[in-house]
């Protein structure tokens, strides 16, 4: 899916090994957290939910847009990697002075006194967090994405053990302190290793030209982590924390496709755009064969995650996370969309449309915002199905920046989603159909399942044969890592 100036063979390879590592360590987290919110039980995983808001405002704010800025220039002059190194560290220094001075009055702005411990002990480990910002930036560069892979997925799967064994000897919330931190220091580890640095030095007049590029990306990021974020700090705080851990954990459905597959495409597709800017044609071809495989990808699984979500929550949570049920069918929902379309701020950023990106993301705060907003008056669940219709609203604007960017039009697009979304929709009346005949949560969350995937397989192999065959031959070439040639547009 990177072909032309980075070749066919390596850029599928790069998806391959790009997937490997998210799938691994998104599969290390989500079972630490099921695990983690199975024992807390939702009371205990509020505090949790909270702690992961701030940890995902330090990745952005450790970053500050350079490392997408490292990935972006065409040349990298020498130094430059080293200065993007200081910068970082010395952001952690100043991040984390911040979050011991804060940590008791936001513990107490959400009514939850183990936050403070959490946040203090978190603070010193930011210095680990931020000596893996340069170093992976530069293997993304590349698409030397194998280290890449082995360094999230050692550190994912050490501190998914770590935080296991701090949790079983009582450690309570602390244990998410034990696995964030042991995460960190693995992967930071393997990433230094591989990139050979960079060894921070104090040039930082080097970074002088990236400031335009890389505030761009950070004001961006800073207006998603509001967009994405407001709805947990506004349940938190007007809802509780009860409510807040119920929202929490069906909002990991949510993100799981966005980072699972959307990441995936990000890390490659970033610098491939980057450097097919002046092959309009080509963006063209690869952003309908990117909106192809995330459709296939994302909108079956979280078709069958929404339609079995009251049997699911039972069975891997248990009786108490039941009000979490209802959440995760809707949020489930929004992330097949969001999903769907994360190929297109993919575009702009890697256009150099910094700009284009910032605009759309400040709308989108907007509209989100909103939503929750007006969705708060009616409880969690109002909250989770704001969010949602909020997100479709959004559509015709990503719609419309596909077209501009890369000449895609709005109903390429909708062919491009078609076929998965026709085929879910029989399997989820296949799944319904299941329930009828009620028996016991495991029971029917087994055969309903197998139901949907029979019907899903029969409608996409049938009804889209000629879609489903092209987007499957695609996907097992990035598998293999193999192939020559420019990406072609898969037939619809």
């Known amino acids: 899916m990177t072909p032309g100036v980075l070749g066919a063979g390596r850029g599928r390879s790069a998806v391959a090994w790009s997937g490997a590592s998210v799938a691994g360590r998104q599969a290390f987290q989500l079972l630490f957290a099921l695990v983690l919110a199975r024992v807390l039980g939702p009371e205990g995983f509020g505090v949790v939910s909270l702690a992961t808001v701030y940890v995902t405002l330090t990745v952005l704010l450790l970053d500050l847009g350079l490392a997408a800025a490292l990935v972006q220039r065409p040349r990298l002059p020498a130094g430059l990697a080293g200065a993007t190194a200081t910068a970082n560290l010395g952001v952690a220094v100043l991040l984390g002075a911040l979050t011991l001075l804060l940590a008791g009055p936001l513990a107490g702005f959400f009514d939850a006194p183990a936050l403070a411990d959490v946040l203090v002990l978190l603070a010193p480990a930011l210095l680990v967090k931020a000596a893996a910002v340069a170093p992976r930036a530069l293997l993304v560069r590349d698409l030397r994405l194998r280290p890449?892979?082995?360094?999230?997925?050692?550190?994912?799967?050490?501190?998914?053990?770590?935080?296991?064994?701090?949790?079983?000897?009582?450690?309570?919330?602390?244990?998410?302190?034990?696995?964030?931190?042991?995460?960190?220091?693995?992967?930071?580890?393997?990433?230094?290793?591989?990139?050979?640095?960079?060894?921070?030095?104090?040039?930082?007049?080097?970074?002088?030209?990236?400031?335009?590029?890389?505030?761009?990306?950070?004001?961006?990021?800073?207006?998603?982590?509001?967009?994405?974020?407001?709805?947990?700090?506004?349940?938190?705080?007007?809802?509780?924390?009860?409510?807040?851990?119920?929202y929490g954990m069906a909002y990991r459905v949510l993100v799981l496709p966005v980072q699972l597959v959307g990441q995936t495409v990000n890390r490659v597709m970033f610098p491939a755009f980057a450097r097919m800017a002046d092959d309009r044609d080509q963006l063209h071809r690869t952003v309908l064969v990117a909106t192809r495989a995330l459709a296939l990808a994302a909108v079956p699984a979280m078709g069958l995650a929404a339609v079995a979500a009251w049997q699911l929550v039972e069975v891997v949570l248990g009786p108490a996370w039941r009000p979490a049920a209802p959440l995760v069918a809707v949020l489930a929902l929004a992330g097949a969309r969001e999903t769907v379309f994360y190929v297109t701020p993919t575009l702009a950023k890697g256009l150099g449309r910094g700009g284009t990106v910032l605009r759309f993301e400040l709308l989108s705060t907007a509209v989100q915002v909103t939503g929750v907003v007006i969705g708060l008056a009616f409880g969690v669940l109002g909250v989770a199905v704001g969010y949602a219709l909020a997100g479709v609203a959004l559509v015709p604007v990503l719609l419309r920046l596909q077209h501009r960017l890369a000449g895609v039009r709005a109903r390429?697009?909708?062919?491009?989603?078609?076929?998965?979304?026709?085929?879910?929709?029989?399997?989820?009346?296949?799944?319904?159909?299941?329930?009828?005949?009620?028996?016991p949560p495991v029971a029917t969350l087994l055969l309903g399942a197998t139901a949907y995937l029979l019907v899903l397989g029969l409608v996409l192999g049938l009804v889209h044969r000629r879609s489903t065959a092209s987007t499957v031959r695609l996907l097992r070439g990035v598998r293999r890592g193999a192939g020559d040639g420019p990406v072609q547009e898969v037939p619809t």
């Open 412 to 439: 390429e697009t909708l062919r491009c989603v078609a076929p998965p979304l026709h085929a879910s929709a029989w399997g989820a009346g296949a799944y319904l159909l299941v329930t009828l005949a009620g028996w």
């Open 148 to 246: 890449v892979a082995v360094a999230d997925l050692l550190g994912a799967g050490a501190g998914c053990v770590a935080g296991l064994v701090a949790l079983g000897l009582g450690a309570g919330v602390l244990s998410l302190v034990v696995q964030t931190v042991v995460l960190d220091a693995v992967a930071a580890t393997v990433l230094l290793v591989a990139a050979r640095g960079p060894l921070p030095n104090a040039r930082l007049r080097l970074l002088r030209d990236s400031l335009g590029f890389s505030g761009q990306v950070l004001a961006t990021g800073l207006v998603a982590f509001l967009s994405r974020n407001t709805d947990n700090v506004l349940v938190g705080r007007v809802l509780g924390t009860t409510a807040l851990a119920y």
